[in-house]
């Protein structure tokens, strides 16, 4: 879904070793360079451990991507912090790549300090921490010892060193013992089968046993999940590789769904599992618009809780065409935040019970899409209106929330999500409706998101 690339490319092995050198002499914390891959890992700073046991469901948040609030200004990282710790969040980092170094640039040498870097963020701003196991160093898919080829990012690691990315996968679980929650791998990057034209979800899984044998080793109630596979769809039911998951919006890729009920079917064990997608096709359409066609993510998540049984994760959701950069910057704000509500309505409807929002952080005045003000600008870190969608959201509707029906009049195309407290509702035009919900007259303004008592 997406083709992101993070770091410069191409760094050699003598450059990288002298910059292990001057990190080390600067007093980075313990997360920089060493050799530790024999002995027990080091735990980094002061965990923020929880005190109950971790629950597999753990409500809306978002994932850190290259840019986040552990840089910038500082006034700026402070107001971004001050804004995350309002309510707590999940928070999703991955171990290389979206705002990670390398974390094992050679065999048994470490460097941790982007993802310490990162972990500290949230355990400052009181979130719940997840990580995603992806990407794997170069020389576990074929590259050189103590190098990084950041174009190689997706590149899955060879069948050969799949222990080795589990002892890393390890390694990480005991460096960071306040993270419980751990998601292997991200979008089956690099498990697609070029000769038989389908993922290879047996090689896939093959990793993630060895993965999730290894993060039970560190800690038992460590919750584990996978495939994170793309919920990709065709726009008709006689597109190739269309199945029966469908409507009005297209259909659901028929070899998504083989690779999600493979890896049910030969796991060790799941915790969760983890899916994620675009409401529009692959051929980038939104079917019959961009409201109606996130049913998809309804019609996705109940197929996906039906056929595994497991508490169900969005990794990522995506509601807006993206164009060649993949920047999403053609609605208005008020327009991506009323899909966007909209799009997390079907997924809740379909029994989702967490979800991470990719957050398009950028350095400069315009952000679309982003959830504060870019901490690079000296008056930034200010709280923007997805932030506020995601934490009202999250508070409203916890998971095990029951969802009740009300009765709305005025206008079928009005979205809306209710519990026994609260009704979120959303006008899908962008001109003024009025209507009746729950036996309250009120008047919605183009492409308004309301929240309502009970």
Same mark, same amino acid.
Request: aromatic share 10%; proline share 6%; charged share 25%.
């Given at each position: 879904?997406?083709?992101?690339?993070? /770091?410069?490319?191409?760094?050699?092995?003598?450059?990288?070793?002298?910059?292990?050198?001057?990190?080390?002499?600067?007093?980075?914390?313990?997360?920089?360079?060493?050799?530790?891959?024999?002995?027990? @890992?080091?735990?980094?700073?002061?965990?923020?451990?929880?005190?109950?046991?971790?629950?597999?469901?753990?409500?809306?948040?978002?994932?850190?991507?290259?840019?986040?609030?552990?840089?910038?200004?500082?006034?700026?990282?402070?107001?971004?912090?001050?804004?995350?710790?309002?309510?707590?969040?999940?928070?999703?980092?991955?171990?290389?790549?979206?705002?990670?170094?390398?974390? $094992?640039?050679?065999?048994?040498?470490?460097?941790?300090?982007?993802?310490?870097?990162?972990?500290?963020?949230?355990?400052?701003? @009181?979130?719940?921490?997840?990580? !995603?196991?992806?990407?794997?160093?170069?020389?576990? &898919?074929?590259?050189?010892?103590?190098?990084?080829?950041?174009?190689?990012?997706?590149?899955?690691?060879?069948?050969?060193?799949?222990?080795?990315?589990?002892?890393?996968? @390890? &390694?990480?679980?005991?460096? #960071?013992?306040?993270?419980?929650?751990?998601? +292997?791998?991200?979008?089956?990057?690099?498990?697609?089968?070029?000769?038989?034209?389908?993922?290879?979800?047996?090689?896939?899984?093959?990793?993630?046993?060895?993965?999730?044998? $290894?993060?039970?080793?560190?800690?038992?109630?460590?919750?584990?999940?996978?495939?994170?596979?793309?919920?990709?769809? +065709?726009?008709?039911?006689?597109?190739?590789?269309?199945?029966?998951?469908?409507?009005?919006? @297209?259909?659901?890729?028929?070899?998504?769904?083989?690779? +999600?009920?493979?890896?049910?079917?030969? &796991?060790?064990?799941?915790?969760?599992?983890?899916?994620?997608?675009?409401? #529009?096709?692959?051929?980038? /359409?939104?079917?019959?618009?961009?409201?109606?066609?996130?049913? &998809?993510?309804?019609?996705?998540?109940?197929?996906?809780?039906?056929?595994?049984?497991?508490?169900?994760?969005?990794?990522?959701?995506?509601?807006?065409?993206?164009?060649?950069?993949?920047?999403?910057?053609?609605?208005?704000?008020?327009?991506?935040?009323?899909?966007?509500? !909209?799009?997390?309505?079907?997924?809740?409807?379909?029994?989702?019970?967490?979800?991470?929002?990719?957050?398009?952080?950028?350095?400069?005045?315009?952000?679309?899409?982003?959830?504060?003000?870019?901490?690079?600008?000296?008056?930034?870190?200010?709280?923007?209106?997805?932030? $506020?969608?995601?934490?009202?959201?999250?508070?409203?509707?916890?998971?095990?929330?029951?969802?009740? /029906?009300?009765?709305?009049?005025?206008?079928?195309?009005?979205?809306?999500?209710?519990?026994?407290?609260?009704?979120?509702?959303?006008?899908?035009?962008?001109?003024?409706?009025?209507?009746?919900?729950?036996?309250?007259?009120?008047?919605?303004?183009?492409?308004?998101?309301?929240?309502?008592? /009970?």
């Amino acid at each position: 879904m997406r083709v992101e690339r993070w /770091r410069l490319a191409g760094l050699i092995g003598a450059g990288v070793v002298a910059l292990a050198l001057l990190l080390s002499m600067c007093g980075f914390p313990s997360g920089g360079w060493r050799d530790d891959s024999r002995g027990p @890992g080091e735990v980094y700073g002061t965990p923020r451990m929880p005190g109950a046991p971790p629950r597999p469901e753990l409500g809306w948040g978002f994932t850190h991507t290259q840019l986040s609030a552990d840089e910038g200004e500082k006034q700026a990282r402070e107001r971004a912090a001050d804004a995350l710790s309002q309510r707590s969040l999940p928070q999703n980092q991955h171990i290389m790549g979206w705002g990670a170094d390398n974390p $094992e640039p050679s065999p048994g040498r470490y460097d941790f300090t982007a993802l310490d870097s990162r972990i500290e963020l949230v355990r400052r701003t @009181g979130g719940t921490p997840v990580i !995603t196991l992806c990407c794997a160093p170069d020389w576990m &898919k074929g590259g050189s010892e103590g190098t990084t080829d950041w174009s190689k990012l997706e590149t899955a690691p060879s069948r050969a060193h799949y222990k080795d990315f589990a002892r890393l996968a @390890g &390694k990480v679980a005991e460096r #960071y013992p306040d993270v419980r929650h751990f998601i +292997v791998w991200n979008e089956f990057k690099g498990f697609f089968d070029d000769r038989k034209k389908r993922w290879d979800y047996e090689g896939y899984t093959e990793l993630y046993n060895l993965v999730y044998d $290894e993060l039970k080793r560190v800690r038992e109630d460590n919750l584990v999940g996978g495939p994170y596979v793309v919920m990709d769809s +065709v726009a008709s039911a006689d597109s190739d590789h269309a199945s029966a998951v469908s409507g009005d919006w @297209g259909s659901i890729d028929q070899r998504a769904l083989d690779a +999600v009920t493979y890896w049910n079917q030969h &796991k060790r064990g799941a915790d969760f599992v983890v899916i994620d997608g675009a409401s #529009y096709t692959k051929d980038q /359409r939104l079917l019959p618009d961009e409201f109606a066609a996130t049913e &998809k993510f309804t019609a996705a998540s109940r197929w996906v809780r039906k056929e595994t049984g497991l508490p169900l994760w969005w990794a990522e959701w995506y509601v807006e065409l993206s164009d060649e950069n993949d920047q999403r910057d053609g609605w208005s704000e008020r327009h991506r935040l009323a899909v966007h509500a !909209t799009g997390m309505i079907a997924m809740a409807r379909g029994g989702a019970g967490t979800g991470f929002y990719w957050n398009p952080q950028r350095k400069g005045e315009e952000c679309a899409g982003c959830l504060w003000r870019s901490t690079h600008l000296p008056d930034g870190g200010r709280k923007l209106p997805i932030l $506020e969608l995601l934490s009202r959201f999250g508070e409203a509707f916890p998971p095990g929330t029951r969802h009740e /029906r009300v009765p709305v009049s005025g206008d079928d195309r009005v979205r809306l999500l209710a519990s026994a407290e609260a009704i979120l509702v959303v006008n899908p035009h962008d001109r003024p409706v009025q209507v009746t919900v729950d036996g309250q007259s009120i008047e919605l303004t183009g492409y308004e998101v309301r929240w309502l008592r /009970r």
